[in-house]
């Protein structure tokens, strides 16, 4: 990457208090009962979301959105929780977070099949963890990413997507950083969101809005909207600008990449 489009240390310190002041929704959260790797009881998603001082979750259950009668049931029970119903799907280009599809459409496991199907309903799509595992070797060991960021923001994906997960809590934070500086180059709003797949994390990382949100559908229009951007707290209750370099940022300011008392999630083979 030339010196002149990296992102400037200024990036890393906390947005001012209104840039994103109204909602907080962690992007992606995996439920028991509905991903089949996730211990994470629903019920438990109210305290959750309040100890990490967040507004609300959108869960994104694999290649599955809650039944109708299941999702209003919930909403009955828990109605001071922001909480939509979308979906994470597998496809020919990565892993796809979908707004706005009621349910898992045959085919949508190709990147355009899943574009049009959301086309079709008003729907939006980010793709996630866009580079997890890019800079590792199958042992472990440490593997330079054979693209520049440059390169990488040409890749098919970026123009399928509506947005870029860059902060995702299973990721590492290279593997973050460099999707944050692919999603600037490919000119895309970036989301953040825990990928907690048991009650640790949620809430680890967020997208902040610019304005309140209050249902799904509002939170549709938000996202097409383009008023948003991965956070996550600092220590001092602050919301601070996902991007190069902000965790240390935030580190330096005494500040921790958390909210309330939320950890990361745990790492180790995620989908
Ligand atoms: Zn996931
Ligand atoms: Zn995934």
Do not use: K
């Amino acid at each position: 990457m030339s010196e002149s489009r990296a992102a400037s240390p200024a990036d890393a310190l906390p947005v001012p208090p209104d840039a994103y002041g109204g909602a907080i929704v962690d992007m992606h959260v995996h439920t028991r009962g509905h991903s089949s790797d996730s211990t994470l009881d629903p019920a438990e998603l109210p305290r959750l979301v309040r100890e990490a001082q967040i507004t609300g979750v959108n869960l994104s259950e694999h290649h599955r959105v809650w039944d109708r009668h299941l999702q209003l049931e919930y909403l009955s029970e828990q109605p001071e929780l922001l909480v939509n119903f979308g979906i994470e799907v597998s496809t020919d280009l990565g892993h796809m977070l979908a707004v706005g599809l009621t349910r898992y459409e045959g085919g949508i496991h190709r990147a355009e099949r899943l574009r049009a199907a959301l086309d079709r309903v008003g729907g939006f799509l980010i793709v996630a963890h866009p580079f997890r595992h890019a800079f590792e070797t199958r042992s472990g060991g440490e593997l330079p990413l054979a693209l520049s960021a440059e390169q990488a923001a040409e890749l098919p994906v970026f123009r399928v997507v509506d947005a870029v997960e860059i902060a995702n809590g299973c990721n590492t934070p290279r593997e973050n950083y460099f999707a944050a500086e692919v999603a600037r180059i490919a000119g895309l709003p970036t989301t953040g969101g825990s990928d907690a797949h048991s009650a640790r994390g949620v809430g680890y990382f967020a997208t902040g809005f610019e304005n309140p949100i209050t249902s799904s559908q509002e939170l549709l229009e938000a996202l097409h909207a383009r008023r948003f951007h991965a956070v996550h707290r600092a220590a001092s209750g602050r919301l601070v600008r996902f991007g190069p370099g902000s965790l240390e940022a935030a580190e330096r300011l005494g500040a921790s990449p958390v909210g309330g008392s939320a950890r990361p999630p745990v790492r180790g083979g995620r989908a």
